[in-house]
Nanobody
């Protein structure tokens, strides 16, 4: 049973930083490209950043130079893999629910996401 659990969101002032974590279990995620997606209030969910199994990364233009996606392909003793999103110089338009998933996304893998709110 696949489970993706996002954490690390919160309320932050513009210019601040957050580090999101994704705990992925139920598959060998070291064999899959992974990604972070974002759904702003009232809008569709879009790709923010992706990372291949060879650590090649790609970013949405709006986050280039501010966000960094990384992965840890060594599972824990419970078979959990981790993907991270370091977010710096946050802006109000970065507000939304952040999700991790494979890339391309698997419809059945979506978790609950973690809320990020950037506001003064």
């Amino acid at each position: 049973q696949v489970q993706l659990v996002e954490s690390g969101g919160g309320l932050v002032q513009p210019g601040g930083s957050l580090r999101l974590s994704c705990a992925a279990s139920g598959r060998d995620f070291s064999l899959r490209s992974m990604a972070w997606y974002r759904q702003p209030p009232g809008k569709q969910r879009d790709l923010v950043a992706s990372i291949t199994i060879t650590d090649r990364t790609n970013y949405a233009d709006s986050v280039k130079g501010r966000f960094t996606i990384t992965r840890d392909d060594t599972p824990t003793q419970h078979g959990v893999y981790h993907v991270y999103l370091q977010m710096n110089s946050l802006r109000p338009e970065d507000t939304g629910v952040y999700y991790c998933n494979t890339f391309p996304a698997a419809a059945s893998f979506w978790g609950q996401g973690t809320q990020v709110t950037v506001s003064s």
